[in-house]
Structure formats: C-alpha cells, structure tokens
C-alpha cells in the first residue's frame, strides 16, 4: 500500500506588513512544486493598513488573532488543517522547490527542520552570520530562517510559548532539539536586511547575541522582552 503524501499548512503571522505581504505570497506560489501545499494561513494581528486585503487578493486564508507572534502562530497551527505546519515570516522568501525539500526531509523520518539563511544585502558582516545557519545546533537557529514541523509533534510539545513577546522561535526550537532530530536543508530562505539597515548591523547583531545570552543563562520571558524593547524596538 502506498504510504500517503502529507499536506503542508504555511502559516504567516502579520501585522501591517501591506509592503511585504504580497511579495512573500508571489514567491510562495511561484517556488511551490507539489500539490500538497494546501492552504497559506495569513494570521492578521490586528493589521489596520491594506495588509488584510493584499493577502486575500493572493488567495490566502486570512484568519484574526490576537496581537503577539507567539499567539498568532499557535492559532494558525489550530486552524491549520495540513498535517505538516510550515511557519514563515512575512520579509522571508521561502526557495523554488520548498515544498519538496521538505517533503523529502519528512520521508526520512525527521520531523522538524529549517533552512539556512541569507540577507538580501552584499555585507560580509551579515554574510558571515548568514553563513553560521548551516550549522545545526540551537545557538545557530533563529525565526527567519522559517520552520517546518509535523503538527502531532508540535502539539505534544504545547507549541509556542506565548509569554515570549520576542524570542519565541528560538525558544521553540530549543525545546524541538531536545525531542526530536532537527534538519538543517542546505537551501536559502532570503530574508529582509531592513532591521540592520535601521539600526546600524553591528549595534543590532550585539543586541541580538545579549538576548540569547540572557536566555542561557536563564533570564525570563518578561526580561528577555525588556530588554529587547529598550535596545531594539525603539
């Protein structure tokens, strides 16, 4: 009997990306290569500019949620009806052929995974952080990078946890590491420099390696996010 192929549920959280929306929707139709990629999830935090309207003009489901990453993410996965969940930030472009790279991760019996990253800039400082996503440990992952899991295990693991306002990605997928095999696809997610190029690449990239930092040494959701706001989001 021939095993089933499972579906693929991408899952976008959002809120007011109109600039990014539509691109990240183009290059997912344009990169699919299978049939089981059944549904784009765009889940809407509250978006009060066209970013609703774009999305459902790419066809995507659109679905409300509250306000937070981590919150979005998890209602996505419940309304999720694919048996592969597929998160992917709005400025991240997933490659031609995502969709089969992840299927055949999935047929060897591995499931959860990522793929490596790199910036849509010539810097060879951000070039060489790109670079270190090959390597397949927790310090190495982050959210843009996107990620793939089976929904039975993500469920069993609680999903997200939702008293990250930030980090919760990385937070995720240390606890991924710890119960299953992670793949690292040797393929690219192109993700938006546009963070760096705001807020200077070296000052940013410190700022990010003091939260992970925090994290080992076993700082707080709430400290994590204090920080982040003080350094980073103002």
């Known amino acids: 009997m ?12 959002v809120l007011n990306e109109e600039d990014y929306i539509q691109r990240v929707l183009a290059k997912i139709l344009e990169n699919t290569r299978t049939d089981q990629v ?24 659109v679905i409300s949620s509250e306000k937070g990453r981590a919150k979005q993410m998890n ?32 047929e060897k019996g591995i499931p959860a995974g990522c793929f490596r990253l790199k910036f849509d800039s010539p810097s060879p400082f951000l070039g060489f952080f790109a670079w270190c996503t090959k390597i397949n440990r927790p310090i190495c992952r982050g959210g843009d990078q996107s990620l793939f899991v089976d929904k039975e295990l993500f469920e069993t693991l609680g999903g997200f946890d939702e ?28 993700t938006s ?19 992970h930092l925090k994290y080992y040494l076993g700082k707080g959701p709430e400290n994590i996010y204090d920080y982040y706001r003080k350094n980073i989001a103002l």
């Open 2 to 13: 021939q095993k089933e192929v499972p579906n693929i549920s991408v899952i976008i959280p």
């Open 75 to 106: 209602w996505g996965a419940k309304n999720a009806s694919g048996d592969i969940l597929y998160f992917l930030h709005v400025d991240s472009l997933p490659p031609p052929g995502f969709d089969t790279q992840i299927l055949q991760v999935f």
């Open 163 to 190: 008293n990250y306002k930030v980090y919760e990605d990385n937070e995720f997928i240390g606890r991924l590491y710890k119960k299953t095999p992670f793949k690292v696809i040797n393929d690219y997610v192109e």
């Open 38 to 61: 059944m549904e784009i999830l765009v889940v809407d935090g509250g978006s009060t500019d066209q970013t609703v309207f774009f999305a459902q003009k790419f066809g995507a489901r």
């Open 193 to 211: 420099a546009r963070r760096y190029m705001e807020k200077g690449m070296v000052r940013l990239q410190y700022h990010f390696a003091m939260i």
